[in-house]
């Protein structure tokens, strides 16, 4: 098999940690596979950077952040490389560059144009691992460029896609994903295999596996990969394609995400434009809507609410206040202290009685639901932030995910 | 004017050092000069890397380590180019690649093949700085390769040349090149110029202003280069092409170089192929001879002297061991504790009696003279370590060079 692993900072994080990635991909490579390996900095490394720029200026350029931000993988791919050397592996590191990364778009969060994979395939070739900086590519006037958050994961993606892996392995510091989080519903299980769109939904609500555009490159390249352990040998979770047995599963995990605030906004006229008016006003000064709903209130006016991070209430409040300040009796209202449940799962297209479920097992916990907010394969509603874990805990068995 | 110049890793080893080079370098634009700077690693950051290479091998690969090390040019430059920003000047970093440098040979100790300048010369055109990092390019192979030993100071004059530059400007540690060492001889005096080829014997002699091959390239380029300090803003020595008015001056410089040993072979046949056998095995064993004195002796045996480092003296030991055992009479006298003088000046040429000088105040001054060796433009002798000093201020004095 060729196989693309990636392993983040925590990872390579000490010398010692970069003999024990090189002892797991000597292990890899002498059952016979052909092994790409993409790494990040050594973690602290590219805070260290950063605030080294910092000495220099407040405000230090991006272009030049990106050459000095790159040398951390620069740096982890050379001593990776030669701890796999230390082993008899065969090994050769490359730097993005080297590795055939085009990137374009704005120094510091690039995007990925296009891998060119002959120099990796070479090596390949020759029967020698690959050891590639991740997170940095070189734009079309070769200047260096850096992915931005959650770049190392998705260089993985796109470098196994490139040289046509037939798995890319994200090796991280949890053992796969998981039903809900463990640390609060204690009998949540690992999932043996997720679709694309399970884990973006997943992803879109907290569970902070992988960054969406990761997992967006994957689905829209069909490239399957695995998240697991860098710390055990357990396998992990497969995401993959879509299939039809999926469906069987009714909700594949519970997510929760905390810290959450609504705003309402009342006696707004019931007329076109203002929804429009007020989203616009919230992006620019921005705020991330998560949930919006709107509906018509008694009084014949137009009632909508949001919800968002606790973080952005303060800027949401301010920038309402301006575009209210036209309209006399334009009002608003805040809840701060509320956290978002979601279940999602591909199995809701075909099985009726989902929110059915889920609502009754809260109303049987005494849980108040406030507001709620659905897609195709996800249902979410707020409830008391006091209240998430246990309404996490019953709507998970509820779905008998634990067992 | 075009102007390159180049910082070594102590102008650049803090934070309050690199914010000085820009400074200097926006004296220097706001001049209206068209400026280049290289730059070398901060001081001890090469070391810090080597250190992090030998936590992983006590033997690492030599590409791998080129990749690591070359980090850490990368991120002087980075941290200049924001340092300049700061001041208002418009700067822009280039790595050993994007200044176009194509290097062959070994890695660790590869040199210049060939300097593509076409993407500094944009940035100059544009009225930007270029701060290029020193030490660093890629072989034909796109494989980063570092220089070795001044190898930034060979990249600040190979760019000097690729760019077309007025003058490259070394910022050192010292004030220029001067007529001897300052510490012995207290009036010596700065050179306002010297030749290429003056320099080169002074720099074979121990005057470690600049590596050999620095001034190699220089001279077979014809790229003057001015060695000055980069703590003040006095102006240092111009380092230029032979020109006819330098011949008035007689000797250019008197160089010391101590810790010499002197080994004498006596007992060799007056025969053909034994000095290239002794010589052979002293190189083999990596012994760097220096001085070559032989002759016939009384006896009709030949007798051949060598100087070299007393670092050496145990090697060479060994290996004329080795050799001489297949030799009944053979034998080896070794002595340590000497020291060598040089009298460096193109002026010699044309000037008679330069050796009865030297020799003369050698004389007068009860210094007695061991091994002599000339070349065109420097007569060298030794004596005994002791008395080096001495010896240096009183050949100094001879031919006036201190007022």
Redesign the interface.
């Known amino acids: 098999m060729r196989i693309v692993q990636k392993y983040g900072g925590t990872s390579v994080g000490s ?1 010692d940690r ?2 024990n990635v090189a002892n797991r991909v000597k292990a890899l490579y002498d059952e016979g596979n052909e092994v790409a390996v993409v790494v990040s900095a050594m973690s602290g490394m590219t805070n260290k ?1 950063l605030g ?2 910092k ?3 407040d405000n ?2 991006e ?3 990106d ?2 931000v ?2 951390g993988e ?2 982890s ?3 990776l ?3 796999l ?2 082993l008899g592996i065969p090994a ?2 490359v ?1 993005g ?2 590795a055939g990364v085009t990137t374009k778009g704005s120094n510091t969060r690039a995007r990925i144009q296009d891998i060119d994979p002959t ?1 990796m395939n070479k090596i390949l070739s020759e029967g020698k691992v690959v050891v590639a900086a991740g997170f940095q590519g070189l734009n079309e006037e ?3 460029q850096t992915l931005g958050r959650g770049g190392s994961d998705l260089s993985a993606i796109a470098l196994a896609h490139a040289v046509g892996a037939d798995l890319c392995q994200i090796l991280t510091d949890v053992n796969g994903v998981y039903t809900s989080d463990p640390r609060v519903v204690k009998n949540a299980q690992k999932m043996d295999e997720i679709s694309y769109d399970e884990l973006l939904e997943l992803a879109s609500v907290g569970t902070k596996v992988m960054q969406s555009r990761s997992v967006e490159f994957a689905k829209k390249f069909g490239v399957p990969f695995e998240v697991r352990s860098s710390l055990n040998n357990e396998p992990g979770t497969l995401v993959i394609e879509e299939k039809p047995s999926m469906e069987s599963v009714v909700i594949r995990g519970v997510s929760i995400e905390r810290n959450q605030a609504r705003v309402t906004v009342t006696g707004i006229p019931d007329e076109p434009g203002w929804s429009g008016k007020i989203l616009k006003a919230l992006g620019e000064s921005e705020v991330n809507i998560d949930m919006i709903v709107s509906n018509i209130a008694n009084d014949g006016f137009a009632r909508h609410s949001f919800t968002m991070n606790s973080d952005d209430l303060g800027r949401a409040q301010a920038a309402l206040k301006t575009i209210l300040a036209d309209l006399a009796g334009g009002q608003i209202e805040t809840e701060a202290g509320i956290a978002k449940l979601s279940c999602v799962g591909i199995g809701m297209r075909s099985h009726s009685g989902v929110a059915a479920t889920m609502f009754d097992a809260l109303g049987e916990a005494g849980i108040n639901i406030g507001m709620i907010s659905t897609s195709e394969i996800k249902i979410s509603v707020t409830v008391e932030e006091a209240e998430i874990e246990k309404a996490a805990q019953v709507v998970h068995d509820a779905f008998e995910l634990g067992a």
């Open positions: 010398y970069i003999r950077l080294m720029a000495e220099m200026s230090p350029s272009r030049e952040m050459v000095l790159s040398t620069q740096q791919i050379a001593l490389t030669i701890a050397h230390e050769v590191s730097t560059r080297q120099y070769g200047e260096i």
